[in-house]
Nanobody, 117 residues
Framework: QVELVESGGGVVRAGESLRLSCAAS????????MSWHRQAPGTERDLVAS???????NYGDSVKGRFTISGDIAKSTVTLQMNSLKVEDTAVYYC???????????WGKGTLVTVSS
């Protein structure tokens, strides 16, 4: 069973930066897309950013220009560089890697990001 492990979360002040990383327990073949999602208390899990195997990226409106997603298909890793963090970015961040070969996506258990004012 493939497991994804996120790291890099923590407590920062508004305006600071964090870099989240996500690594798979084994190389995942046939990756179609890698993405980051977040969930704040009392809200649904929302897409933050995604990157396809072809390198096409997509960002949620609230993070455009501040966050950057990058991925290494060969290593099955994905990172999220978060700059100019805002209090409203506070959430648990989850990575997801979808493989067309496996016919499913895999989720990590999440890493907490807390941004204080």
């Amino acid at each position: 069973q493939v497991e994804l492990v996120e790291s890099g979360g923590g407590v920062v002040r508004a305006g600071e930066s964090l870099r989240l990383s996500c690594a798979a327990s084994e190389v995942i073949v046939g990756i179609h897309m890698m993405s980051w999602h977040r969930q704040a208390p009392g809200t649904e899990r929302d897409l933050v950013a995604s990157i396809t195997s072809g390198g096409i990226t997509n960002y949620g409106d609230s993070v455009k220009g501040r966050f950057t997603i990058s991925g290494d298909i060969a290593k099955s890793t994905v990172t999220l560089q978060m700059n100019s963090l805002k209090v409203e970015d506070t959430a648990v961040y989850y990575c997801n890697i979808y493989s067309w070969s496996h016919g499913r996506g895999y989720w990590g258990k999440g890493t907490l990001v807390t941004v204080s004012s």
